[in-house]
Every structure is written in C-alpha cells, then in structure tokens.
C-alpha cells in the first residue's frame, strides 16, 4: 500500500471531481478503467465515508483494481495524487532529464515512472529549458546525437523502471524474439547418399535382387529431432513485473513455427503449480495472458518453490521431460521452505533434463551475492544461471541454450559461496 499521509479536505471539495480526475489517470496508467467504475467508485466512497485513509484507499483499490499486475501502478498514482502534496515537483524530477553527477541518482520505485506519465500527461514534452544564472562556473553543453539509440538504451532498461510507453514498445520487441536451438541426434536413421553409416541392410536386399552381386554401398544418417522447452516461471509478488514480460516472450517462441522446439511447455507457481500451456496457444498474446492470469490464482502471492518443484517433479515430469527437453527456471530463488528439500528437488529436475537455466532478474545487481537459502541451495544444481531483468538479457538467452558449455554466471558465484 501506499505512504500514508493525513487527508485534508476541504468541507466545499469537489471529491466526485477528484475521483474522475484520478480514474482517468488510471486509465493512461494502463488500467481497465471505464465510466461504470468511477460511478460505482464515487458510490463506494459515499457508503464507506471519508473518516479514514486507509478505508478510502482499499474503497478505491477495490472500485478500479481487477488484475494482480495493477496494484503497484494503482499505488503509486493514489500516492502521487492524493497523499503526496508535492507531488507535481516530484513527477517532474521524475520525468525531466539530469546530467549524471549534477543531482543526486535515484532509481523509481516500481511502477512510479507509469505513475508519473500518466498524471502529467504529456506536459514533459514541453517542459521549459532548465537556465542557470551565471554563477562563475564553466557551462557545458553535451550533444547527444552520437548517442546509443533508444532501442538500444529500452534493451538495457529494467523492467520495473520502464515507463507505460516503454513497456509497450518492449512487448513489440520480445514479440521479435526468437528462441533457436539445435536439433537432437535420434538413435532413427535415414537413408542418405552420403552417409555417415552403412546400411547393411538394404545393401543385402539390393544384394539379393541381384542374384547376390553386390553393386553398390547402402549408407544412412541419424533423423534429427527437436527438443520440448520446459518453462517454469515464478509468479510471486516479488517476480510480477519480470514474470509478465516473461509470458510475453514465452507466448512468441511457442507460437513461432518454425523455431526449432517440438512443444513449449509452460508451468506458472508461486504457491502452487499451474499449467498454462493450452493457453499459450492463443495467437492473440492478450488473450493468452489473461487466460492463464484467470487459471493461475496465485499471482503476486507468496513463493513456495520446493514444494512446486516437487508437485511438478511427481506429477508433470514424466509427461512433459522426454526427448531431451531444456527447462528454464525464471524465479529470484527468495523462498521460505527448507533448503534442503529445494535442494533435492532442484537436483531431481536437473537430472530430468538436458539442460537446466535459471533465469534470474536479481542478477541485474553488480554486487549480486547468493547469501539467501534458496539460492545458494538451488544453484549447485543447474547448469546456467543467467540474469532476466531486460529485453537484452532474454535475447541472449538464445545464446546461452545454443551453447552447452555456457554456464552464465553460476561459476563465479559458486566460487565466492566456496569462500
């Protein structure tokens, strides 16, 4: 929830107004907001009163929240409008450009960027000039025109900072994405002129067509065969803003023919487990998403990963795990049951595997440490651990699946673990 501040308001305010106000601000934010909602919100508000701030914010949360994924943006545009009383001077810190060393570097809370675009409403593309009276010091000016260009700089940008209009055009480029991976020797053979092996057998029926005159050498090679793509993707409260833009690249590789993987198998948990591959079949990936959102009703819950791992380990495994199948695991490892059963059940899923990948978005830290239990228990176990915080991060994850040796960065953590 958000800060909380005293609510002082005036006997002759226009609270219905305001209400309108902030639901359209909502709206630009991302939510599902319509006229109905603002009617039954300003309705809400006039059954419930106004005598407590906490009753008010959940009499709205409840009136405009209808999806897991919009409590943080809901939060911060009910701090920015009606908690914060500088909260203009804030969005345009927000939203104004800074030279790095000039002001003080802070990072925006999660879905605080979101919040800020929406209330001001496209004022920051035409915000004045910043001028600065003339106090002895060298003025300079940077031409950023040689700069990286802003695809390149929204590859590199976290998720959680991204803006409404960034999230977007991320979505427009993991739907680009791909996923290659290399087909499997199968233990089935063809016949191929040349081949690898000789086919001794169709040799000799050649052979006996002939009156037993060997003429020619048979050869054949291996059929290839593609791999199943196992996912499993945290849908804690911790993971939702990464685990969302997840599902999005998930939804494009399993519906990109041709990619090279027999079937996309996807699996969602935070305390339990769901499947939600049939609804990744869906070709429109807004409707996918909100399919699986509708089964998976666990979303921005708590995190229970051995006890998944093991659900999935009993019931799913032999189903989904043959034929040589790359499982990625997208969690941050923060769970509370016991190491060592996390640890038995991460081991087991590696041994059902080909390869295991763990993607996690708590690698975006340079001084990333797996103090935590679950990590370091879990990290023995897996044979990459890659970081899944931006666009670029899942792009190399094409990289790291193609080449078996990549173990990402779990060998430098296994060292400073060993220490």
């Known amino acids: 929830m958000a800060e909380a501040l005293p609510l002082d308001i005036p006997e002759d305010g226009k609270l219905a107004a305001n209400i309108t106000h902030f639901a359209r601000a ?3 934010a991302g939510l599902k907001v319509g006229p109905g909602r603002v009617v039954d919100a300003i309705r809400a508000v006039e059954a419930a009163g106004f005598t407590d701030r906490q009753d008010f914010y959940w009499v709205l949360h409840a009136s405009f929240v209808s999806r897991p994924e919009d409590r943080a943006v809901f939060a911060q545009v009910f701090r920015l409008y009606w908690r914060d009383p500088r909260y203009l001077e804030h969005m345009m810190s927000l939203m104004l450009p800074a030279i790095h060393g000039v002001q003080e570097e802070r990072l925006a809370r999660p879905a605080e960027k979101r919040a800020a675009e929406a209330l001001l409403d496209g004022a920051h593309r035409d915000l004045p000039e910043v001028s600065r009276e003339d106090d002895g010091e060298t003025e300079i000016e940077i031409d950023a025109t040689a700069t990286a260009s802003a695809e390149e700089r929204l590859k590199t940008l976290d998720f959680e900072q991204m803006s409404v209009a960034e999230i977007a055009e991320a979505k427009r480029m993991i739907a680009r994405l791909s996923l290659p991976v290399k087909p499997l020797a199968s233990r089935r053979t063809r016949p191929a002129m040349p081949g690898a092996l000789a086919d001794w057998r169709r040799t000799m029926r050649a052979a006996i067509r002939r009156g037993g005159e060997f003429r020619d ?10 791999p199943n793509l ?18 999005h690249f998930l939804h494009a590789v399993a519906n990109r023919k041709g990619a090279g993987w027999a079937k996309v198998h996807a699996f969602t948990f935070g305390t339990r487990l769901t499947n939600i591959t049939r609804h990744l079949a869906k070709r429109d990936v807004d409707a996918a998403l909100a399919a699986a959102g509708a089964e998976a009703q666990d979303w921005q819950g708590g ?6 791992l093991h659900e999935f380990n009993r019931d799913w495994s032999r189903r989904v795990m043959g034929q040589g199948a790359v499982v990625l695991l997208i969690s941050d490892g923060l769970d509370r049951d016991p190491a060592a059963d996390l640890a038995r059940e991460t081991e087991r899923l590696h041994l059902s595997a080909r390869r295991l990948i763990w993607v996690n978005p708590l690698l975006r830290w340079d001084g990333f440490v797996p103090k935590a239990r679950g990590i370091a228990a879990m990290l023995p176990h897996v044979d990459s651990f890659r970081a899944g915080h931006s666009v670029a991060s899942l792009e190399a994850l094409g990289a790291a699946i193609a080449a078996s040796h990549d173990n990402g960065e779990k060998a430098r953590l296994m060292r400073l673990i060993g220490g």
């Open 26 to 28: 909502l709206r630009k």
């Open 303 to 308: 995190t229970r990963i051995g006890a998944c």
């Open 217 to 226: 050498l048979s050869m054949k090679a291996r059929r290839e065969r593609w």
């Open 230 to 247: 196992v996912v499993l993707c945290d849908i804690s409260g911790s993971m939702s803003n990464y685990s969302r833009m997840v599902l």
